[in-house]
């Protein structure tokens, strides 16, 4: 597995990922975006995390082929640290990509941002997301009472943090 940039012919993933409804519920979106906004954003980035405040990575199996997305966001350079969003194809799920893309960002992290924390806010009833983070060395900090609003009105999240 490899994390690269975005690039133009990323469209296409980012439309299919950023479309996705069941993921509104664990982002602050609930509208759909089109190809023109995601066009515009995929020319306009500067690729710098501190300009940008975000790092966005695509994440490619061994062929080369991209099976998700793997974020930093909500980046406090004075802090050290940055928030941390992972999402995987429908069809990809379940092959450990998300664990490698987390394991490739968890070094890029240390060795070439110097992060110092990694955080990562999870619907209390994700019980794979939260596994994963688990295994990925995050630890529960604590859990948000009601802090998501979905469909079925709102959710707990737990909130796992990892010392870089």
Not at 119 to 139: K, N, Q, T, W
Request: glycine share 4%; hydrophobic share 40%.
């Amino acid at each position: 597995m490899t994390l690269r940039a975005l690039e133009p012919q990323d469209l296409d993933l980012l439309y299919t990922i950023e479309n996705q409804q069941e993921m509104w519920d664990v982002c602050d979106t609930n509208v759909p975006y089109s190809r023109f906004d995601l066009d515009q954003y995929l020319l306009n980035q500067q690729h710098d995390i501190y300009a940008d405040k975000q790092l966005r990575l695509v994440a490619c199996n061994d062929e080369g082929k991209a099976v998700g997305l793997i974020d930093l966001f909500n980046f406090s350079p004075a802090h050290q640290r940055a928030e941390l969003g992972v999402a995987i194809l429908r069809n990809e799920q379940g092959r450990g990509y998300a664990t490698e893309a987390l394991r490739l960002l968890n070094d890029y992290a240390r060795s070439v941002l110097h992060l110092h924390q990694l955080y990562c806010i999870v619907p209390e009833d994700h019980a794979a997301s939260l596994a994963m983070l688990r295994h990925a060395g995050f630890v529960p900090q604590t859990t948000l009472p009601d802090w998501l609003l979905t469909a079925e009105g709102y959710k707990d999240a737990v909130l796992l943090m990892y010392r870089v």
